[in-house]
């Protein structure tokens, strides 16, 4: 399967429309990743905060804070083509994988997690390699799973 790497900065409106354009009526899941606020959850979240990800079964895009805008990387299976939604794509020849990984539970003695729960107590996670000339250079989360 043929994969798509974009790169842009949006503002938080352009990015909450990627998300209404790309997932429509399917899933959203988010990670915020401040250092003092990780956690994953089901939806997209009221503050974006400085970092995360938002992701589904048709693509993820991983935004961090950089003044007025967000630095985005977006993946995805499907090719943009001519939107309103200004990204460029990532040089590459990306072929995708799908993966599931699981999750270490979070009352392991030796994880200390910011959240008490994965979302819909998650077992595992379902995900993409993206490979560029065979080497994998990045996973796309598409979902938890059971």
Not at 66 to 84: N, S
Request: glycine letters at 8%; proline letters at 8%; hydrophobic letters at 35%.
């Amino acid at each position: 399967m043929r994969g798509f790497v974009y790169k842009g900065c949006l503002d938080e409106a352009k990015i909450r429309e990627w998300v209404r354009q790309l997932m429509g009526d399917s899933p959203v899941f988010h990670i915020v990743e401040d250092l003092d606020d990780y956690r994953p959850g089901i939806g997209v979240p009221d503050d974006l905060k400085r970092k995360g990800r938002l992701f589904g079964a048709e693509g993820e895009i991983r935004y961090e804070r950089a003044g007025e805008v967000f630095e985005c990387l977006m993946l995805t299976e499907q090719e943009l083509g001519h939107t309103h939604i200004p990204m460029v794509p990532v040089p590459g020849d990306w072929e995708v994988e799908d993966a599931q990984h699981i999750l270490i539970p979070v009352s392991t003695p030796h994880v200390n997690p910011l959240f008490r729960e994965y979302p819909h107590q998650a077992g595992s996670v379902s995900v993409r390699f993206y490979r560029d000339r065979g080497m994998a250079v990045f996973t796309r989360m598409r979902r938890f799973e059971p």
